[in-house]
């Protein structure tokens, strides 16, 4: 077997990520469960054909942040299901060739979880130290400046016990602490639950975040909030987080955490994504580890910040490359559960364009439930919205982009059966087009460009192992590479503008056009003239 034949399922692979309240209800609750995805795993394997699902969590949780509360690790919340319901999910995945991907929520509980709850309960409690508390400073101010993410200060005052304690995000999500040996070994205790049970890899939430300055020494200002950060944050931007996150003691868990992983490899391999959110290339390469042994990839969240253009792109994509430790494997994600839709981003039809984008590039494509459709993001009314988030920093809410999948045009989309009142979020406005039923009939849909350029994909050995090159470095309105394995080159030619481009690429002899986002040619093209028309994005063949 070749070196490049032998890569694994999670670097050939597709990950698809859902978001079980919003993909399918099975009993009517009006929320997705797991035996709703289930029922829709042909779909995934069948229609979509990807390689993995990543499933946002499902653990019993009070939903103040939607599951990333989490009040047991090594269950799960009956909205969704049970155990059994779980293994069922594990069985009939793996049994289509769909690897499980599962989120863990290492850095903080809910404030419901027994361990907090114990921790809270007196000062002497044996689990006070799992969590991070402090005493009020002597002038009556809390322990240091840091701040919530979600807004306000990270810090919570307990009656009870008359100290502090540190919550990252909401103050129903207090952090653990890391540096307790305890803590590490029951959160391992609880990855080996899973590991047991047959899933094949951990997405690990703010992986970065679990641990914290030991002398939580105050965050300096920041002096230039729009240039560091990924999005703007409201005042989280006024700091830079230097002792809050990122501290360079974590690639020491983060190492363990891929020795417990590697422990499960005789089996099959494993895998664990981190998300990420970091910058600068080299510190967030740092997490690949050393010699490759701490998260098999740090999300690469890099395009989703990227202004729409033929350079910008270009830049991510060669910041990637240029930084990557030599073996390591690059990957991209243009939309998840807390971002904006990407049709809504871009026009729809650059939505398309990113399609191709995101399936052509150089590693694993992580895909977000109803991109493939298209979705846009849904119309929230004010006394209807949910997510923390967006209650306590207006303009910031990511139900956007958690509204039920569109299955079909029949009532509430297909996603909960048509008697259910009211989802847990509005099923958006256009389900009557853009819906999974509809778009398989219709040969030019969104669904259909996926479908195409997932099966190419998966064909293609230059597009699923081979190097990248860039081609044309100059424009800002057409953005062109060359994928290459040991036999095959294709050549994808993106254009990002309205304007239709005309291309010389006579040195790279003929070419057949596999994909065109437009759905409509096919076949040998001349690439000494090769059109592309406003918004197209071609994926050719070249001999
Ligand atoms: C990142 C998750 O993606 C997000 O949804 C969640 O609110 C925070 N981490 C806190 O767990």
Redesign the pocket.
Known sequence: MSKSSSRLWWQTGIIYQIYPRSFQDSNGDGVGDLAGIIQRLDYLSDTLGVDAIWL?PFYPSPMA??G?DVADYCDVDPLFGDLATFDRLVADAHRRNIAVIIDL?P??TSDQHPWFIESRSSRNNPKRNWYVWKDVRPDGSVPNNWLS?FGGPAWEWDEKTQQYYLHS?LKE?PDLNWRNPQVKAAMFDAVRFWLERGVDGFRL??AHFIMKDPQLRDNPPNPDPAKTQFKPMGDYDTQLHLYDKGRPDVHLVLREFRAVLNSYEAVRPRYSVG?IHIFDWKEWASYYGKNLDELHMPFNFALLRAPWQAKALRGVVNGLEAALPPGAWPNYVLG???EPRLASRYSREQARVAAVLLLTLRGTPTLYQGDELGMVNGEIPFDQQQDP?GIRVPGLG?DVCRTPMQWSDSPNAGFAPPHVKKCWLPVTSDYHEVNVERELADPTSFLNLYRKLLAYRRATPALHLGSYRPVDNVSQDRYVYVRQSENQRVLVALNLSERDQLLNLSDYGAGKIQVSTHMDRQGACDLKHLVLRSSEGIVMELE
Request: no cysteine; net charge negative; hydrophobic share 35%.
């Open positions: 946002s942040d939607f990333y929520v850095n903080h993410v995000f999500q939430d703010v998300e998840n559960h807390d988030f990511r």
